[in-house]
T-cell receptor
């Protein structure tokens, strides 16, 4: 079946550090992949997406590349800020019913 | 402003007392969905609707009902709430593009059943 696996958190970094949050997936066909972000006390927001192999999604300094050969969609940012502290969710779309399949989420803590 | 609006944001209720959480979107989206978020379990889909009068069960539908009489509204109904339905609930919507361009989420409803 379809599934998404994310690295466990929390991930704690200092400001201006390089960020990688790993995400791998299992799916039939060619799912679209997403990163959503949830800031404290808020709902989820779409951060970036990629709809086919080798696509790179980017937004707010974050990037992720759809790697079909490794079934991965790792989230990266070159220099994190305190304001990036949030929970990050990797997800894919199940074609049959448009349902999002979610990873467990990774909490990111950025210290000044 | 394009948005999904949920009400209420916070609700404390007693076991067995029927309640409704409302969800409304102003983007003319066809697809709407309800999720619950629990620590350690992530987000799980309760029900979804692909269009007016078309609804279907998600992964955890037991104890919930939904209706889609109008395109913009998708209320979540708990006929007889129980403590195990204490959770954070999110409504989401997407255009008829099968969600490929992403979903818009409401701000959430924190429900406590005592």
């Amino acid at each position: 079946g379809n599934s998404v696996t994310q690295m466990e958190g929390p991930v704690t970094l200092s400001e201006e550090a390089f960020l990688t949050i790993n995400c791998t997936y299992t799916a039939t066909g060619y799912p679209s992949l997403f990163w959503y972000v949830q800031y404290p006390g808020e709902g989820l927001q779409l951060l970036l997406k990629a709809t086919k192999a080798d696509d790179k999604g980017s937004n707010k300094g974050f990037e992720a590349t759809y790697r079909k050969e490794t079934t991965s969609f790792h989230l990266e940012k070159g220099s994190v800020q305190v304001s990036d502290s949030a929970v990050y969710f990797c997800a894919l779309i199940r074609d049959s019913n448009y349902q999002l399949i979610w990873g467990a989420g990774t909490k990111l803590i950025i210290k000044p | 402003e394009a948005q999904v609006t949920q009400n209420p944001r916070y609700l404390i209720t007693v076991t067995g007392k029927k309640l409704t959480v409302t969800c409304s979107q102003n983007m003319n989206h066809e697809y709407m969905s309800w999720y619950r978020q629990d620590p350690g379990l992530g987000l799980r889909q309760i029900y979804y609707s692909m269009n007016v009068e078309v609804t279907d069960k998600g992964d955890v539908p037991e104890g919930y009902k939904v209706s889609r009489k109008e395109k913009r509204n998708f209320p979540l109904i708990l006929e007889s709430p129980s403590p195990n339905q204490t959770s954070l609930y999110f409504c989401a919507s997407s255009a008829g593009d099968r969600g490929y361009y992403g979903y818009t989420f409401g701000s959430g409803t924190r429900l406590t059943v005592v």
